[in-house]
């Protein structure tokens, strides 16, 4: 009896085990998210490249009272479209979240700065996808979010 309830036991840690190994850790958002994103036609045109302190400014991350950037990849568009990436690492899942807050902003204000001036982008713009994994943020405006999407989920 002993020997059978230790096989069972045995057996239902093995099976528990094996149930949450196949799963990706999808705590954080990591580059490889980014790359996904990249390599997925989501975006229209080419994206250039901001710097973290420069994306800390554009997102007005100071005002919602957060520090430096941990870490940011930031992709936007020349001017032609109002499609971006970005990928952001905070210092808590705290300042992730208010970090969100400000990323949720910044996209309405963009919509409010375009609709006379790109009408045209603001559908992208209100399909904006914005995502927090941990103290890692995701943004994405795409001409394809459907593809951007698929591309990390």
Request: proline share 1%; net charge negative.
């Amino acid at each position: 009896m002993k020997k059978l309830l230790t096989l069972t036991l045995a057996l239902a840690l093995v099976l528990g085990l094996s149930a949450c190994g196949g799963k990706e850790d999808e705590t954080v958002w990591d580059t490889g998210d980014v790359q996904a994103l990249l390599d997925s036609g989501a975006f229209s045109e080419e994206l250039e490249e901001l710097d973290k302190d420069t994306a800390f400014i554009l997102y007005k991350l100071a005002d919602y009272g957060l520090g430096r950037l941990s870490g940011a990849i930031v992709r936007r568009s020349a001017g032609a479209t109002c499609e971006e990436l970005a990928y952001l690492v905070l210092d808590s899942e705290d300042s992730a979240k208010t970090a969100e807050k400000a990323l949720e902003d910044y996209v309405q204000s963009q919509i409010e700065a375009n609709e006379d001036y790109r009408p045209d982008e603001i559908p992208k713009l209100e399909d904006a996808y914005i995502s927090r994994r941990g103290s890692t943020l995701l943004l994405v405006v795409a001409n394809d979010i459907d593809a951007a999407k698929k591309a990390v989920e």
